[in-house]
């Protein structure tokens, strides 16, 4: 059974065994001011930050060197952005801030690990309900997502949803690529194409119901999106 995986390889590969997966609640700030005449808060902005990740595990070599040697490709493995898949059938998304490691025996090497992380579900595509525009996502925080959207409509086309508002395309005729994730705008042979948008910010995806239409009947949405988890 898979325990947990980094960029989608098991960590068997490099002879490790999980001794601790500690995911922390991700940081809200919340900035609130009194209401007159009342002692309850009104909430003005909220901020998610990510989370913190601990992992530990041990490291086997067949001696001393060996056990390094290894210890030292899994660490470049995920010195930069990596893609962790937990025991709790979560992935992650990484970014390594921490590393220590240790001994007991010669041909164990313990490392510890810290990470600023985002936890997530696999990557979703859904087309907004016909007619109302519905579109539920699941997750618990607002989430970046990916608009691709093919039109045959002749003059621009508007799209609107619940956390952006309205923008404008002026690119016809042709698949248009909005990527919330990477923050791009492009045609779908790679050409930039932001400067045809009104965009004034990349979609986004909020927990529970969002309504996605375009002004016409000749264009079709696909979003994805990865549900993501406080």
């Known amino acids: 059974m898979t325990v947990m995986t980094i960029n989608g390889t098991d960590i068997s590969n490099w002879n490790a065994k999980l001794l601790d997966f500690a995911p922390a609640p991700c940081p809200v700030t919340n900035e609130t001011t009194a209401a007159s005449g009342t002692l309850y808060p009104v909430l003005l902005h909220s901020t998610t930050a990510p989370l913190s990740l601990s992992v530990t595990f041990d490291v086997y070599g067949r001696d001393m060197a060996d056990a390094e040697m290894t210890a030292t490709r899994l660490l470049r493995e995920v010195s930069s952005q990596c893609e962790i898949g937990g025991p709790d059938d979560f992935l992650y998304r990484c970014i390594l801030t921490g590393a220590s490691r240790s001994r007991t025996v010669d041909w164990i090497v313990t490392l510890s690990l810290a990470f600023e992380a985002v936890r997530h ?13 519905a579109v539920y996502c699941e997750g618990t925080v607002e989430t970046p997502c990916v608009l691709r959207i093919g039109t045959t409509a002749e003059g621009p086309i ?5 956390c952006w508002g309205t923008f404008e395309i002026q ?3 042709r698949s248009v690529i909005i990527d919330g994730i990477q923050k791009t705008v492009r045609l779908s042979n790679g050409e930039n194409c932001f ?8 979609p986004s995806l909020q927990p529970g119901l969002n309504t996605i239409l375009a002004d016409n009947d000749y264009t079709s949405i696909i979003i994805q999106y990865y549900p993501t988890f406080l």
């Open 195 to 202: 400067l045809q948008t009104s965009l004034t910010k990349f």
């Open 121 to 133: 579900k696999p990557k979703v595509s859904v087309r907004p309900e016909a007619g109302t525009g």
């Open 171 to 173: 690119e016809t005729g």
């Open 158 to 162: 508007s799209i609107s949803g619940d």
